[in-house]
């Protein structure tokens, strides 16, 4: 939380109890000051980057006052309920004795920011509003009796109509109502209740079918209002019951220890002194008084309820009516229905969903009277009118009606007048009516009778009727889909259970009913609706009737039995089966409750429910789901035989006639309807499966109701009792903390809600434990058991279908066809449909099987084998099997067109099955399966030369699919077993030849295709198999394999890889190949770390130095490694590479492969270039550090013989890549080298013979562009090596540039000949290349945290550079050899670097420039470090180079060009010292110092100038004003060194005074920055001074200054406080009112004498300058305050007003005036009336006089 400062106890509650002025902590101070400053930014207007930030700010900062406050509360729970447990937690966390915030510190938080909260809720970015909502229900929740009222009496206002200016406000208003209304109604409700009446009549208003946004804020304050309060009657008050059976309490008097907080005297005294504009100062009578009668207020609430809820329906009423009206408008104007996107499905989806909870929670919420009253008007409406096009919602509004149940308390007499009076209405006469108003009653009705219970039964007849008159509509497709929904909303009434909605609401629970209160689940009061057996009768005879009888129908041959018949009976059993499915068990009720012990709860519950019915139900009940899916299963087999051989693809429009004279195979719809009743029998136990979604929506409500103020305070106290082992909190696992002394606060709507949905829970889990359970029966409890063989069958024909459908008892009679066996056997089918034709059919029914996967996940082990053969085309005997045809048959079968169509289907399926997440997860587990899956993948070459041409990309596509989805998932198996180890030897063993022999692919040599695509295209098939073959070997290699595999083997993947290297020139498959050496070399030596007695043996690695020490062979791995790299796009065209789809993925595999991973660059100083792979280093260096020195060092002459063709390469769209690679081999060769040298004979050797001649040679060949991989390249060779390992590069590159760089006492030769300017152009591209290069050994010769690191190789090199290599030596000794080093630089380089800051050449100021910042901060760093040098400042470089930049400007022995490039240098030497110093003493020492410097160069030269210098000229002008701008904003003196901020201002001073108007305005901007960075950092005496600065440069005669000045001045003025600014409004008001411009005195010239004109000259100048001064000031005033009036912002437009005439004042004052008072007028528009009263009606006369514009009639 925030830092508020210590405070005791004592003084947090006796505070200003003995002084009359508390004074607040330094923390508070601070965070008051920093919320005062950033309060313009809350604005709703002001929508700028700072919005969402600050919004978020505000959210957090809110919440940790409540949660302060919950911890607060929760410490004096303690202190009075657990003493011995208080005591102890002081003493453990002493920190908690003064955590206590005073009152009048909680009244000054509130106070800041409940007006920022206020700004916020109603801002224009809907995330800041919501923030807004949010942090004013935390602070509501610290005091309600004081914050609520007048917040809602704000969001009242904006629902006024006639507030017009606030109308904008009102969905942002309705939700702080939302948010505010139970705080509020909890600790004061009288306050809530005598608003009541005026809320509900303000809000009606709010559902407007012209805006959706605002009805849905309407409803959901609504839905939170009739949650809490009921609508009409009388209370039900009942006496507390303090028995917690079930539930726990974690403490006592939580509310009343919340409540003393803000009751302590200093919070009342607090509060006293706030102004009367304070939101928490208004009064309230409603609140205070303590005489009103609370009855009578709720008297007058309930009468008020009891008119809104018929209004409330009328306006329901017409948001159906005009929903109707506009779909009506939409569709007829234009001639088709109107087009949704999937945001507005979702929000109209939720719309209506709030409005069924707003309208269950609003009928069950009200007494008789009023009940009555609402159901005779929804009665009318219902009979009146038809909405077709509402009629969701409509049978939503009927389904609420006729939830609500009345006598209670008799069991037998659950009533429901709701479906009394509406099932008349809505069956009269159906035949009669037209089609429209049939549907819609019919959709009403069927929401009537979704949650009502057994009263249902009353009506059976007239329900019955109506199912009957809508299923027997088969033309009317509408009307018939309409009567199937009846039908499901009947069944599901009747044998689901479900709370009755009436107990929802406290009033109607029996128990303490106190407003607001949180509701409690220790009295339950929770009213089930449980199916009885008439219910379940009812419901047999409704299946019976409607379901059965149809499906015994599909078995009559001798009617007309078509194709729409049997999609219509599919249909209906769809239907049934949503609404049943709760009651259909596996077996019969006495079987399933004979093996209680492993039954789920839904399960037993069920069983024992059916139990209750008649015996004949039992009896269906019993063998109806095992019935259902027989004839399930005896459908898709029917399918699967007319579908595994068919000739040509099918769509729904066919209708060829096969066996039985009918085809269901090839219909579409057909299809889609076995798919989804498949889904249904297998997947789920109830109609109310939606559990999941429904808990996310129930935890979003519980969030506007949560008190986290309570919650804090009840988590603290249990935390620290379950610390202190408390009895109180053993064993609570199994309880719930139950009511507000326990933290809850949520109401009784949602309990219930809770309650429900973990019963819809139970159901959900039941679908998955139920289909485990009766395989454990059927099984036993082993994961390897046998799976009996599958009932699926392609023998199955139509004749036995219907024979099978017409029976009255099911055909499947033997004992183990269970219901299981045939679920398993839908499985097949479903995998059959998966292959079927259509492209619908197999996409729904992918999708089905896969979820059936997580419920029956053992039919996945015993597919893959047959799913991977039919890939493969090897699967002759398995037709049918697992409901997939055999491929290898479908080869034979071409359709008209001569093309294979039906097994390129066949194929798709089958990859799109393999391709499951559950099935891929299988085959990843073993071995043998990873090998099988690995030969199919890389064995498609015969399949894709089989397939259409049109087909080919498509199953490309899905077999690469698989392998991403393998690729992702790909993890190391621990081989444990002999067979683990064979397989995966077979494994590399077959990647290996496929690698060896392009011809050979996955199939037996035998298998030969009958006809095979053109050469090009096999070609091309062929490649991609051996580049996917490539990855799978670098995948499957591990270091186990180079020490325990067969000798043989690892000697073909070595022969393998480099043989790949040479032949694969540029290929993808040779970067998959230098992936592979790199996963060797890397786990060779990570083999060869080991001691002998820990690993298996050492790896061979004598290919890999026969390959090294080859000529030809280094040759062609420096080729590939310039492959490796990614395409020159600079050059043909721009146009990356276009590479297939996976191939990407594998090369940047192999790129990871490449070696091992490591921390470098360490350094902020990251790498320069993109171009430059360090992975090609490291591989290199790895790889000669495991063929040992001898061979190494063969291999270094080729390497870098190599590497030097490389570098002189001729232009190619490669030389790019060419030239980066010898950069690449350099670096690896180097530190492989530097690692194997032991002496300093040994190093020297190799810089002189090897290295440096190399680089000596490449640095000049090589481009100015490339040279940064040098730069990498020369950082990574030496990197953390002690410099006695490069010493004899630093010497090497230090004499390079003294040799090479310019200095300025040559001869300049710009000005000859184009061939001397090319040659010098050269020669300066030169100097560039080695003044850069040099930076990478001055960077590694630093540390990373201090020079001192370089001295010594690091504690984590041990593992990564193998230090037995490296002796360690004394750290004395390295540290004189630091010193040394950096002794020769200092001494050989800096005077040539100083004497060639006037450089002609750009790129060399900025190398010269980065130099001398880099020696400055080394040394820096050297002498803090070690004892070398320290002391003595005759060789610290900073001072020589600090005062040749500072003598620049002055000096004269520069010419005018030499002048600008060393001040160009100095430029870019600051912009170092800002990017890459630290504040802490770069600032101090080198950029304050430079700071006048920076200033004076923006002064251009006087008087007559060439072009060419001006135009240098202006060019260093905007470098510096660049420069400027970033140290006023990028530098922060956040290190405690205040003089330094002096330092600053004593040059803004000085700057401000300078001749020079560009440098006076680039002065008060420079201020403007600074003061914003360092407001919070300022003393006293530095705020005067900027002050002080800003007000004298108002003056001055140049607008550009003045206007800088102004703007500095406005942010100064914003963070002062308003007792000193009203003193300086004062006092310039003053000095403004007497620099008034006066009237001249007509005098004749000859009585003025000269000496009296130039004093009043002289006297006219000063007060100009002090009308100009004292109106900017007033106007900068103004500016500060651009969203609130404080009462000196009207004194002072009052007195700027008079500087507005021609008369009176300059142009510039007067068009700063008048400019001004239009800004303030503009952002103060939206709630000018508020504002407005803060003027006098002089004052408002004289903003009008200025901001008014003139007419002609004025």
Not at 289 to 318: C, G, H, N, Q
Not at 1001 to 1026: G, L, N
């Amino acid at each position: 939380m925030f830092c508020s400062g210590p405070h005791t106890t004592t003084e947090a509650n006796d505070a200003g109890m003995g002084s009359e002025e508390p004074t607040l902590s330094e923390g508070t101070v601070e965070l008051l000051s920093f919320l005062k400053f950033v309060k313009p930014y809350f604005n709703p207007s002001n929508t700028g980057s700072w919005t969402f930030p600050l919004g978020a700010f505000l959210h957090y900062l809110s919440y940790e006052v409540s949660h302060r406050m919950g911890i607060m509360a929760a410490l004096n729970v303690l202190k009075s309920s657990h003493p011995n447990s208080y005591k102890q937690l002081c003493n453990d966390e002493p920190y908690l004795s003064c955590i206590e915030l005073p009152g009048h510190e909680i009244v000054a938080f509130l106070d800041t920011l409940l007006p920022l909260c206020q700004q916020a809720l109603y801002s224009k970015n809907g995330s800041v509003s919501h923030a807004g909502e949010t942090a004013l229900l935390y602070l509501a929740q610290v005091d309600p009796v004081r914050v609520a009222p007048p917040m809602i009496d704000f969001g009242l206002r904006a629902l006024d109509i006639s507030s017009v200016n606030l109308a904008h406000q009102a969905p942002s208003a309705l939700s702080a109502l939302t948010r505010l209304f139970q705080p509020a109604l909890r600790q004061c409700p009288t306050m809530v209740l005598s608003r009541l009446p005026e809320m509900l009549r303000l809000s009606l208003a709010g559902i407007d079918s012209n805006d959706q946004n605002k009805t849905m804020r309407t409803l959901i304050f609504y839905r939170n209002l009739v949650m809490w309060l009921p609508a009409g009657g009388a209370l039900n008050i009942a006496p507390d019951d303090k028995e917690t059976k079930g539930t726990i309490q974690i403490g006592e008097g939580l509310m009343d220890q919340r409540n003393s907080i803000v009751g302590s005297t200093s919070y009342k005294n607090a509060l006293a002194s706030l102004p009367e504009s304070s939101i928490l100062a208004q009064k309230n009578a409603a609140m205070l008084d303590t005489d009103i009668d609370f009855d009578t207020v709720m008297e007058e609430a309930m009468l008020a309820m009891s008119d809104w809820s018929l209004a409330f329906l009328d306006r329901v009423y017409e948001l159906l009516r005009a929903t109707g009206e506009q779909e009506k408008l939409g569709k007829g104007h234009s001639g088709y229905a109107a087009t949704h996107g999937s945001m507005d499905i979702a929000i109209t989806k939720n719309v209506s969903r709030i409005m069924k909870e707003t309208l269950t929670y609003f009928f069950s919420s009200m007494d008789t009277e009023t009940y009555r009253s609402a159901l005779r008007s929804v009665s009318k409406f219902i009979e009146e009118e038809t909405l077709p096009f509402a009629v969701k919602d409509a049978s939503l509004l009927c389904q609420a009606v006729c939830m609500t149940r009345f006598d209670l308390k008799d069991s037998s007499a659950d009533a429901s007048p709701g479906l009394d009076a509406l099932v008349p209405i809505l069956t009269e006469d159906l035949e009669h009516r037209s089609t429209k108003s049939a549907i819609y009653r019919l959709r009403c009705l069927a929401g009537a009778v979704r949650y009502a219970g057994s009263s249902v039964l009353k009506h059976r007849d007239s329900i019955v009727a109506a199912i009957t008159y809508a299923l027997s509509q088969p033309d009317d497709k509408v009307l018939f889909k309409t009567g199937c929904k009846l039908l499901r909303h009947t069944l599901s009434s009747q044998c689901e259970e479900y709370p009755i909605a009436q107990s929802s609401h406290p009033m109607k629970s029996g128990t303490n009913f106190v407003p607001g209160a949180c509701a409690e689940l220790k009295r339950d009061g929770v009213r089930w609706c449980v199916p009885s057996g008439k219910s379940i009768d009812f419901t047999v005879d409704l299946v019976g009737r409607f379901c059965l009888k149809r499906l015994r129908s599909l078995g009559d041959t001798t009617g007309d039995n078509n194709i729409q018949r049997w999609r219509q009976s599919l249909r209906v059993l769809r239907y049934t089966l949503r609404g049943c499915l709760g009651i259909l068990l596996d077996d019969s009720a006495d079987t399933i409750l004979s093996q209680e012990g492993e039954l789920c709860p839904k399960e037993k519950a069920t069983a024992s429910l059916i139990k209750s019915s008649s015996p004949e139900s039992q009896k269906i009940l019993g063998d109806l789901r095992r019935r259902f899916c027989f004839n399930l299963m005896d459908i898709t087999c029917v399918i699967a035989k007319g579908t595994v051989d068919c000739e040509s693809k099918s769509d729904e429009s066919q209708s060829d006639k096969k066996e039985g004279g009918l085809s269901i195979s090839t219909d579409a719809k057909v299809c889609n309807e076995v798919i989804e009743i498949a889904e249904l029998l297998l997947t789920r136990r109830g109609a109310q499966y939606q559990s999941g979604s429904g808990k996310t929506i129930w935890r979003g409500q519980k969030e506007i109701l949560v008190d986290f103020f309570l919650t804090s305070e009840c988590d603290y106290i249990q935390n620290i009792l379950l610390r202190a082992d408390d009895e109180s909190q053993r064993g609570l696992n199994s309880l719930y903390k139950d009511g507000e002394e326990s933290g809850k606060n949520i109401s009784r709507c949602l309990l219930v809600n809770r309650i429900h949905i973990a019963n819809q829970t139970l159901t959900a889990s039941a679908s998955s434990q139920i289909p485990r359970r009766l395989k454990k029966l059927r099984d036993g409890a082993g994961t390897n058991a046998t799976i009996p063989a599958s009932l699926f069958t392609l023998e199955m024909n139509m004749e036995t279908l219907q024979s099978h459908l017409s029976s009255e008892e099911s055909p499947y009679k033997d004992e183990n066809c269970t219901s299981l066996r045939a679920c398993e056997a839908v499985i097949d089918g479903l995998c059959n449909l998966s292959c079927h034709p259509n492209i619908n059919v197999r996409g729904n029914a992918l999708s089905i099987t896969d979820f059936l996967m997580t419920r029956f996940g053992w039919v996945v082990k015993h597919r893959t084998s047959r799913l991977l053969s039919a890939i493969s085309l090897r699967d002759d005997d398995l037709k049918g099997v697992d409901g997939i045809p055999s491929t290898q048959e479908l080869v034979t079968q071409v359709n008209a067109q001569g093309r294979r169509t039906r097994l390129a289907e066949v194929v798709k399926g089958v990859l799109k099955l393999v391709s499951l997440p559950k099935i891929l997860k299988h085959m990843m587990w073993n071995e043998t399966d990873r090998f099988e899956l690995v030969k199919t993948v890389c064995g498609t070459q015969r399949l894709l030369s089989l397939l259409p041409p049109e087909d080919v990309a498509k199953v490309v596509y899905y077999v690469n699919s698989i392998f991403l989805l393998f690729r992702s998932r790909n993890f190391s198996l621990l081989r444990v077993s002999q067979a683990d180890q064979m397989a995966h030897e077979s494994c590399l063993e077959f990647l290996i030849d496929m690698l060896q022999d392009g011809s050979k692919s996955a199939t037996a040599p035998d298998e030969k295709s009958d006809e095979v695509a053109d050469d090009s295209d096999a070609r091309e098939m062929h490649w991609r198999d051996r580049l996917v073959a490539s990855w799978f070997l670098l995948q499957f290699v591990d270091e186990k394999d180079l020490v325990t595999t067969k000798p043989q083997l690892m000697s073909k993947v070595w022969t393998t890889c480099f043989t790949l290297i040479k032949e694969e020139v540029g290929q993808p498959i040779q970067r998959v190949s230098l992936g592979l050496l790199g996963r060797l070399v890397s786990l060779a030596l990570v083999d060869m770390s080991q001691p002998e007695s820990i690993g298996a043996g050492q790896p061979d690695v004598s290919l890999l130095r026969d390959f090294f020490t080859s000529e030809q062979a280094c040759k062609a791995l420096g080729n590939a490694l310039v492959y490796d790299h990614r395409e020159d796009t600079s050059v043909g065209g721009g146009h990356g590479a276009q590479w297939s789809s996976g191939v990407q993925e594998i090369i940047r595999d192999a790129t990871a492969n490449l070696s091992t991973r490591t921390l470098f660059p360490f350094q902020r100083v990251s790498v320069k270039t993109s171009i430059y792979k360090l992975q090609h280093s490291q591989l290199l260096c790895s790889a000669l550090l495991a063929i040992g020195y001898e061979n190494a060092k063969v291999a270094v002459g080729y390497l870098l013989a190599q590497a030097t063709e490389l570098v002189a390469s001729p232009p190619s769209e490669d030389q790019r890549n060419q030239q980066c690679t010898a950069a690449e081999i350099f670096g690896g060769v180097c530190r492989a080298m530097l690692l194997y040298s032991t002496t300093p004979e040994d190093r020297e050797i190799i810089w002189d013979t090897l290295l440096l001649p190399f680089l000596e040679d490449a640095v000049q060949k090589t481009p100015t562009y490339i040279i940064g991989a040098y730069f990498d390249a020369c950082r990574w060779g030496i990197h953390h090596f002690p410099p006695k390992y490069f010493f004899p590069l630093l010497k090497f590159t230090v004499m390079k540039v003294q040799t090479t760089l310019w200095q300025r006492d040559g001869v300049e030769e710009t000005e000859q000949g184009s061939g001397v300017a090319t040659a010098m152009a050269d020669r300066f591209a030169l100097q560039s290349k080695w003044l850069y290069f040099i930076q990478s050994v001055l960077i590694e010769l630093d540390g990373e945290d201090d020079v001192g690191a370089t001295s010594k190789l690091p504690w984590y090199t041990a593992g990564l550079l193998h230090d037995n290599v490296v002796a360690s030596e004394g750290s004395n000794d390295e540290e004189i050899e630091l010193g040394q080093c950096w002794s020769h630089v200092s001494e050989a380089l800096i005077p040539s670097l100083l004497n060639a800051i006037g450089h002609p050449y750009d790129k060399c100021r900025d190398h010269i420039a980065s130099l001398l910042f880099r020696m400055c901060y080394c040394h820096r760093k050297f002498i803090n470090t070690l004892s070398y040098g320290k002391g003595s400042r005759s060789n610290d470089p900073g001072i020589t180079i600090m005062n040749q930049l500072v003598g620049i400007q002055d000096s004269t022995s520069y010419s005018f060009k030499e002048k600008n490039r060393a001040l160009g240098t100095a430029r870019k030497f600051v912009a170092y010292c800002v990017h890459w110093g630290d504040a802490k003493h770069e600032y101090s020492q080198f950029i304050v110092p430079l700071l006048p410097l920076a200033f004076k160069a923006l002064q251009t030269t006087e008087g007559e100038v060439s072009v060419e210098d001006r135009g240098i000229e202006a060019e260093l002008v905007k470098g510096f004003r660049y420069a400027i701008a970033d140290i006023s904003t990028s530098c922060v003196v956040s290190y405690g060194v205040s003089n330094d901020i002096t330092r600053v201002l004593a040059i803004l001073k000085e700057m401000s005074e300078h001749d020079n108007w560009q440098i006076r305005q680039a002065s008060a901007h420079f201020l403007r920055c600074f003061q914003g960075v360092h407001k919070f950092l300022f003393s006293q005496e530095q705020a005067e001074s900027s002050l002080s600065i800003a007000i004298s440069l108002l003056s001055d005669d140049r607008r550009e200054v003045s206007n800088a000045a102004t703007s500095a001045l406005t942010g100064i003025l914003a963070t002062m406080p308003q007792s000193a600014l009203e003193d300086l409004v004062a006092k310039y008001i003053r000095i403004a009112n007497k620099s008034i411009k006066k009237k001249k005195k007509k005098i004749a010239d000859a009585d003025v004498s000269k000496e009296e004109v130039e004093e009043k000259a002289v006297k006219e100048k000063q007060r100009a300058k002090r009308q100009q001064r004292s109106v900017f000031v007033l106007c900068a005033v103004v500016m500060g305050r651009p969203y609130d009036t404080p009462p000196y912002i009207p004194e002072a437009l009052a007195a700027l007003s008079k500087h507005s005439f021609e008369q009176r004042a300059s142009m510039g004052v007067r068009d700063e005036v008048k400019r001004v008072c239009s800004e303030f007028k503009r952002t103060h528009t939206d709630n000018w009336e508020a504002h407005k009263k803060q003027f006098t009606q002089e004052q408002l006369e004289a903003l009008e006089d200025v901001v008014s514009t003139p007419h002609y009639y004025a």
